[in-house]
T-cell receptor, first 112, second 113 residues
Framework: QEKVQQSPESLIVPEGAMSSLNCTFS?????SIWWYQQHPGKGPEALI?????GNKKEGRLTVYLNRASLHVSLHIRDSQPSDSAVYLC????????????FGAGTRLAVCP | GGIITQTPKFLIGQEGQKLTLKCQQN?????MYWYRQDSGKGLRLIYY???????QKGDLSEGYDASREKKSSFSLTVTSAQKNEMAVFLC????????????FGHGTKLSVL
């Protein structure tokens, strides 16, 4: 069964700084990796996904995937107080149609 | 755009009680899911359904039943609530083409006295 670990558990950054979140997974054959953002009292919302080794950039978000080291990271440039939320890493394993395995999350606080 | 509506938002039950949570989506998505979210843990899949009247067990199905009588709705039943149990139950759906991106409701928060 796929295992997903996220670090750090919590992160505090000043407004305007770069936020860097990490995620490791257990199966190199994993297909897609997703990052979700969850504000208090709300459901998670998909932010960005990556399938191929390398990086992908969307607006202030950049995600890096290294399948050899089973590692994916999310970087938020110019972090804003509105980015304060829990960030969940989710991995779709090969052959697990319709099933995502989620990490426990990183709680990000951006201080003005 | 669409929306996923979960009812109720808050649910307080007694130990041993049977409790039902409801979910409606207007995306016209085929696949729907129920996840459980505990503090400090990742989301865990309870049940999912790829079409009307289909049910597939997830990793945490014991102690739960589910029902998908219509494409737009998916309900979850806690068959016997456990004392001091506290969790958030999240309903989600994906479209049939990509089956990738999950759209979530806001959740039902369960507390058992």
């Amino acid at each position: 069964q796929e295992k997903v670990q996220q670090s750090p558990e919590s992160l505090i950054v000043p407004e305007g700084a770069m936020s860097s979140l990490n995620c490791t997974f257990s199966n190199s054959a994993s297909q897609s990796i997703w990052w979700y953002q969850q504000h208090p009292g709300k459901g998670p919302e998909a932010l960005i996904s990556i399938f191929s080794n390398g990086n992908k950039k969307e607006g202030r978000l950049t995600v890096y995937l290294n399948r050899a080291s089973l590692h994916v990271s999310l970087h938020i440039r110019d972090s804003q107080p509105s980015d304060s939320a829990v960030y969940l890493c989710a991995v779709r394993a090969s052959g697990s149609f319709n099933k995502l395995t989620f990490g426990a999350g990183t709680r990000l606080a951006v201080c003005p | 755009g669409g929306i996923i509506t979960q009812t109720p938002k808050f649910l307080i039950g007694q130990e041993g009680q049977k409790l039902t949570l409801k979910c409606q989506q207007n995306f016209n998505h085929d696949t729907m899911y129920w996840y459980r979210q505990d503090s400090g843990k990742g989301l865990r899949l309870i049940y999912y359904s790829i079409t009307e009247n289909d049910l597939q067990k997830g990793d945490l199905s014991e102690g739960y039943d589910a029902s998908r009588e219509k494409k737009s709705s998916f309900s979850l039943t806690v068959t016997s609530a456990q004392k001091n149990e506290m969790a958030v139950f999240l309903c989600a759906s994906t479209d049939s083409i990509s089956n990738e991106r999950l759209f979530f409701g806001h959740g039902t928060k369960l507390s058992v006295l």
